[in-house]
């Protein structure tokens, strides 16, 4: 079909997250839960210009907001990368998260939670850095699904981000 885009594979996003802190809210509809991301990468595809590879750097923080119906939580993400060759580079993501029954195990630290299949997240990413190496990531597109993967006692959150190229 005609002038729709088409996806291309960018690159892998894994974080470990600690259990979330309820922050709550005096003032909105919603309680705010902040949720550190202590550790992880970024790698990018086979094919992917410019290619990524970095951990991330220092502490990122997931901002989660629930909808009035319970059905969604809003993430708005804000964290740091430092690549291999030593450049910045900010990430952030935003988007919508069914609260699956799944999801919800995951995010409350329930005894029988398992890693979960991919579909109950989707969000779009955003790069902003000084770099010229890395500075054609502030003017593409990406959109990400996401799942939890459960390995021992870590809670990882990894995402497929692709961008968004003409059809």
């Known amino acids: 079909m005609s002038g729709f885009p088409s996806l291309k594979p ?31 990468t970024v790698k990018s595809e086979p094919g992917f210009e410019p290619a990524v590879d970095a951990e991330l750097h220092g502490v990122g923080y997931d901002y989660i907001r629930g909808d009035a119906t319970g059905g969604h939580l809003r993430l708005d993400v804000r964290s740091q990368l430092k690549t291999k060759d ?54 593409m597109v990406f959109c990400a699904a996401g799942h939890f993967e459960i390995s021992g006692e870590d809670t990882i959150v990894e995402y497929k981000v692709c961008q968004v190229v003409k059809g």
Not at 24 to 36: E, F, I, K, M, Y
Not at 87 to 96: D, N, S
Not at 107 to 135: I, V
């Open 86 to 139: 030593g450049e910045l580079v900010a990430m952030y993501y935003k988007g919508p998260m069914f609260t699956s029954p799944a999801v919800m195990r995951v995010l409350t630290h329930a005894e029988d939670m398992k890693t979960t299949e991919y579909g109950d997240s989707f969000m779009t990413f955003e790069f902003e850095t000084g770099s010229e190496k890395y500075k054609e990531l502030e003017t």
């Open 10 to 40: 960018a690159f892998t996003v894994r974080a470990k997250i600690d259990p979330g802190w309820s922050v709550g809210s005096a003032s909105r509809g919603t309680p705010l839960t902040v949720v550190p991301m202590v550790g992880g």
